[in-house]
């Protein structure tokens, strides 16, 4: 059975940081892009990062840029998403999700999800 199962979300103070983690089975993770997507009570979902399948390459959308980093450990199964800077507005249920596509687009898994919630 293919699976993503993310861990590390939790309550941080604003300018706080935390490192999410997604680790995937069932499924041959060296040939998937990994992206991170999130998505905040009464807003639509947003890709944030996505990261191809060898980790050489990388993107992130604007609202993150220079605050969050992803990478991926292709010998653990494992992408990460490290958050620094953190902001109210990052409040959001975090999800990892594996494509065919080097842009992340369409993703074949997906995991439940982790809450990120940013407050003082």
């Known amino acids: 059975q293919s699976r993503l199962v993310e861990s590390g979300g939790g309550l941080v103070q604003p300018g706080g940081s935390l490192t999410l983690s997604c680790v995937a089975s069932?499924?041959?993770?060296?040939?998937?892009?990994i992206g991170w997507f999130r998505q905040a009570p009464g807003k639509e979902r947003e890709g944030i990062s996505c990261?191809?399948?060898?980790?050489?390459?990388?993107n992130y959308a604007d609202s993150v840029k220079g605050r969050f980093t992803i990478s991926r450990d292709n010998a653990k199964n494992t992408v990460y998403l490290q958050m620094n800077s953190l902001k109210p507005e990052d409040t959001a249920v975090y999800y990892c999700?594996?494509?065919?596509?080097?842009?992340?687009?369409?993703?074949?898994?997906w995991g439940r999800g982790t809450q990120v919630r940013v407050s003082s």
């Open positions: 069932g499924f041959t993770f060296g040939s998937y892009a």
């Open positions: 999700a594996a494509s065919l596509s080097r842009l992340c687009e369409s993703p074949t898994y």
């Open positions: 990261i191809g399948s060898s980790g050489r390459n990388s």
